[in-house]
């Protein structure tokens, strides 16, 4: 059965605020003082997960949408109990300043794995359009894994190697936090106890990587938006090896932390992982009515 996920997460960007290379038109506008005819507005959507799945990205993407207004760091509302104590009124004051035509956005890839979450967001807005990006859950738990290392090395502090996490009494040890974040129809059922399965959008992050116009388009008519991001909004970086933005004529990449290399697996441990969620995928794919192109 699968382990709950921990109470408080690792907030996986803490410590990131800068996470776009500074300059762009949009975060001058932010930094500066509310525009006469705009104010804070709670969101009408939610990019809810999968911590790692390429919410940053997506974010960032979908905010060359100038019908668009995007909070720039995680927000933590529903998932953290001090913060949802603060009330609506706290989550509010935590929005961008934004216009009436604009649809307000915020990212919290916690929100997903949190079992408590789902109510709470119903409770607020029971109309609310979720945006929920997954990528393959074997190369989520690597990206995980990553993301912890790297916290650790920054405070040099030591970690283990990924094996130590993976591996228990010579088997795949199931109880590793990753692995159970990577469990998405586990965690999907809970969603779907409140929300149906129209108003939560998924967005596949694996293809978000290799081509990003055709996903966010799909973004674009799920929230009915205007069609105004286009292909000559992205391009590929070679040096960086994923794709970044082109905004009024400005280019810029995800942060270095955005993009890691993964832990090199032995290939029969890799091999044990993806035939471990072969069943759970399966179950996922029929939860949702489709399927994606995972190990
Ligand atoms: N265009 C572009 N540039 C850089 N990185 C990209 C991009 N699109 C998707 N990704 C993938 O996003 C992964 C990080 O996911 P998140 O932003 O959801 O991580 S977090 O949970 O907020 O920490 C990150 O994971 P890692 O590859 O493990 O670093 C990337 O694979």
């Known amino acids: 059965h699968p382990v709950s996920s921990p109470k408080v997460e690792v907030p996986s960007e803490a410590g990131q605020k800068e996470l776009f290379r500074k ?24 990019i809810i997960g999968v911590r790692k799945g390429g919410t940053r990205a997506l974010l960032e993407m979908l905010s060359l949408h100038p019908g668009i207004a995007a909070a720039e760091s995680e927000v933590h509302y529903f998932d953290w109990e001090d913060h949802y104590g603060n009330g609506l009124e706290w989550y509010l004051s935590q929005m961008p300043f934004s216009f009436p035509h604009q649809l307000t956005v915020e990212k919290t890839p916690a929100y997903f794995t949190s079992s408590k979450v789902p109510e709470r967001v119903y409770n607020m807005n029971q109309s609310i359009r979720l945006l929920l990006i997954l990528r393959d859950p074997s190369e989520r738990v690597l990206s995980d894994y990553t993301q912890v290392f790297y916290n650790h090395v920054q405070k040099h502090k030591p970690y283990p190697s990924i094996e130590e996490f993976l591996i228990k009494d010579g088997e795949l040890n199931v109880e590793y936090k990753a692995i159970n974040r990577s469990l998405y129809y586990f965690h999907m059922q809970n969603w779907l106890r409140y929300f149906p399965l129209n108003h939560i959008h998924i967005v596949d992050g694996d293809q978000l990587i290799r081509d990003p116009f055709p996903e966010i388009e799909k973004v674009e008519r799920f929230l009915k938006l205007s069609p105004q991001i286009n292909a000559s909004n992205f391009y590929f970086n070679k040096t960086k090896g994923f794709y970044c933005l082109r905004d009024s004529g400005r280019d810029r990449c995800l942060h270095e932390s955005k993009g890691r290399a993964h832990p090199q697996v032995d290939p029969k441990l890799l091999n044990k992982l993806h035939e471990y969620f072969h069943e759970p995928n399966k179950k996922f794919f029929e939860l949702v009515g489709r399927t994606f192109d995972w190990h």
């Open 23 to 46: 300059g762009s038109l949009k975060s001058d506008f932010q930094d500066s003082p509310p525009l006469n005819g705009s104010s804070q507005r709670l969101p009408q959507t939610i």
